[in-house]
């Protein structure tokens, strides 16, 4: 039983709010104020306040989501949805287009070309859409608890950021804030997922870094989180790290494995990847180096040879696990 009274039922018909929240890309307790304040709650009951969200309750609050995304206020935009639909419970969605109207908001809020993805990218990029930090909270720890960390990452929050990076390009740049609002929640999802900083083993720790002139680090940041819920120590030095600062991390901290980030092929340097995986230190007769590793899109057509080359982020993490065992 929810402390507000609404208890969610084991699975069956209808979904349970929990799930309308997730596919809507709103807050569990949004859909319940929608409910209690506005009387948009679900046609059917099981016994007690059991609440179950038939296919005609979501057309309704689907609805809702399409008018406040446009900005209208809830109180307004329930009014419209409760003098907009029958009398009696809504129908199951049917197979023609929704009124002209409500459909061309709905398009104009929801169209990000997210393609063959999970449900729950869809909920995401509703609310960053809406910049609705609470429901956005919630969905990624949702999503990072039910999928892990890797998979989350590589099958729900990638494709979203990649959807609405298009959506920005495709719109004269009108979507600029939706993108760094959602990464910048994402990279707070990221660090509260990941423990504790993980204590230091000889010769097991990894440097990451982006190359001088890349500032994109939300996918270290992620590679950053999942080796340490591995347990493996990490160095995380950020976005556009200098030269002459990478060569004195590397040697002071002695690491197994350097990744390093480039987002794109005008900041990949291959002369700087040669010379980082040329170091040594450690007494002679015992020298050391570290093996590094050549992240992300921008080294694409400048592989250096005998560096991996992680194609993602489940690569990426094998591959530094690999090399600390070794």
Same mark, same amino acid.
Not at 2 to 25: K, S, V
Not at 47 to 56: D, I, N, T, V
Not at 152 to 158: H, L, R
């Given at each position: /039983?929810?402390?507000?009274?609404? =208890? ?11 799930? %309308? ?39 309704? %609050? ?7 995304? @446009?900005?209208?206020?809830? #109180?307004?935009?329930?009014?419209? $949805? ?26 104009? *809020?929801?169209?990000?070309?997210? *393609? ?6 869809? *909920? ?27 998979? +989350?990452?590589?099958?729900?929050? /990638?494709? @979203?950021?990649? +959807? ?24 707070? =999802?990221?660090?509260?997922? #990941?423990?504790? $900083? ?10 990451? +870094? ?14 950053? #989180? ?9 160095? /995380?030095?950020?976005? =556009? &790290? ?14 197994? =494995?350097?990744? %390093? ?13 040669? !010379? ?9 007769? +015992? ?5 590094? &590793?050549? %992240? *992300? ?11 991996? !080359? ?17």
């Amino acid at each position: /039983m929810q402390a507000d009274g609404y =208890a969610e039922e084991p699975r069956g018909g209808g979904l349970t709010t929990g799930e %309308l929240a997730r596919r809507l890309g709103v807050a569990p307790t949004t859909v319940r104020t929608w409910d209690r304040r506005y009387g948009l709650g679900p046609d059917a009951r099981t016994g007690g306040r059991h609440r179950r969200w038939m296919p005609g309750d979501v057309v309704r %609050l689907e609805r809702m989501c399409a008018l406040t995304a @446009t900005g209208m206020p809830p #109180a307004e935009a329930a009014r419209m $949805v409760r003098t907009q639909e029958p009398s009696g419970p809504l129908p199951a969605p049917p197979d023609t287009a929704p009124p002209p109207p409500l459909r061309a908001r709905s398009r104009a *809020g929801t169209r990000l070309r997210l *393609g063959d993805v999970r449900q729950e990218s869809k *909920g995401i990029a509703r609310a960053a859409l809406r910049l609705d930090a609470a429901a956005l909270e919630g969905l990624l720890a949702a999503v990072m608890e039910e999928h892990g960390l890797v998979a +989350a990452w590589t099958e729900v929050i /990638m494709p @979203t950021l990649q +959807a609405v990076g298009r959506k920005w390009e495709g719109s004269g740049e009108r979507y600029v804030e939706v993108e760094h609002f959602l990464s910048w929640h994402v990279s707070g =999802a990221l660090r509260r997922w #990941a423990p504790p $900083v993980v204590a230091d083993r000889p010769g097991a720790t990894t440097v990451l +870094a982006c190359v001088p002139g890349e500032n994109h680090t939300l996918p270290l940041e992620a590679l950053s #989180a999942a080796l340490a819920e591995r347990n493996v120590p990490v160095r /995380m030095f950020g976005g =556009a &790290l200098p030269v002459d600062s990478l060569v004195a991390a590397v040697r002071r901290t002695g690491p197994a =494995a350097v990744g %390093l980030w480039s987002q794109s092929r005008s900041t990949a340097s291959r002369p700087l990847a040669e !010379h980082v995986a040329a170091m040594e230190w450690g007494v002679r007769g +015992a020298r050391r180096k570290a093996a590094v &590793l050549t %992240l *992300g899109p921008g080294w694409a057509g400048h592989g250096v040879p005998g560096l991996p !080359h992680p194609t993602g982020l489940r690569e990426a993490v094998a591959a530094v696990e690999s090399l600390v065992a070794r």
